[in-house]
């Protein structure tokens, strides 16, 4: 059975990270290996919550799997608490990355043009060092001009433009340069509007050009989405889907678990009711 070893947080409530991407990938016939970066009682959008940071205790996890003489056909990182986590990302890439592990990053570092808060900018460059390793990378809108140092808010200035979707790719393009490896990015939640209706699409960029997909926007954002997304391309792609076809598999995955999650007004920070939509990715 092939192995993809998961480098995220365990929350508690709010499904996502771990709690997402385990059964996804689990359900796709692949085993998911965690190896958690912290745990919480519940996602950092709740009010409250407690976090144990696992910094300390990543290394662990890499040192003891290395004696096991493990290895994986993925790798996945997620949810990273700091750069010093980085760091330790580096170092599991180091010791099991070889020639055809497929290593998906998804930089977790905002949204709405923000950093995250208690993230600050040492974590974002390194971020960028990180996902210039990465055969796959999955930033947001706002992760985006994050990563290629490119102004948020002057490019959602032209979200009405007939070539907003076009400008987006030029940005991501000129990132997908300083890629260390072949690459391909895939924008997701990219907002737009046609014929007065908001709309809501994923780009996948390659050095082949692009293609975009948008959907109808219920104005919803709930907790975890993005982790489903990333989880579903990632062992789709472990599974040799290229990127194009692992995205059309995540969206025809999530569009109906957010579709009721907005008609049963569930609140954004629990997330979708993912599990009973898992039957889609067989």
């Not at 910094?55 to 750069?83: C, N, R």
């Not at 300083?178 to 046609?194: C, D, F, H, P, Y």
């Amino acid at each position: 059975m092939k192995k993809i070893a998961l480098i995220n947080d365990l929350s508690g409530f709010g499904k996502c990270s771990l709690t997402a991407a385990i059964p996804v990938i689990s359900i796709m016939g692949i085993q998911a290996c965690p190896l958690p970066t912290a745990v919480l009682t519940a996602q950092t959008g709740f009010d409250q919550y407690y976090c144990d940071d696992y910094t300390e205790k990543m290394k662990i996890f890499t040192d003891y799997w290395k004696e096991m003489g493990v290895s994986f056909d993925g790798i996945y990182s997620g949810y990273l608490a700091g750069a010093n986590q980085i760091e330790k990302v580096l170092d599991f890439l180091e010791t099991f990355r070889r020639e055809n592990t497929f290593f998906l990053a998804d930089p977790v570092l905002g949204d709405l043009g923000e950093l995250f808060k208690n993230f600050d900018h040492r974590l974002v460059e390194e971020m960028r060092q990180l996902t210039t390793l990465a055969n796959t990378i999955t930033p947001n809108l706002t992760e985006l001009c994050l990563l290629a140092e490119t102004d948020y808010f002057q490019l959602i200035k032209h979200k009405e433009d007939t070539d907003y979707v076009e400008k987006i790719y030029g940005t991501a393009k000129e990132l997908l340069k300083k890629a260390k490896v072949e690459q391909s990015i895939i924008v997701t939640g990219i907002l737009t509007t046609k014929n007065g209706k908001e709309r809501i699409g994923n780009m996948v960029v390659d050095k082949k050009g692009y293609y975009y997909r948008d959907m109808h926007y219920t104005g919803k954002s709930f907790s975890g989405t993005g982790d489903l997304f990333a989880s579903v391309v990632c062992a789709s792609m472990v599974k040799k889907m290229t990127a194009k076809q692992a995205t059309d598999k995540a969206i025809y995955f999530l569009q109906e678990a957010i579709d009721e999650a907005t008609r049963e007004n569930i609140p954004a920070v629990h997330g979708v009711n993912f599990e009973k939509y898992l039957y889609r990715l067989l």
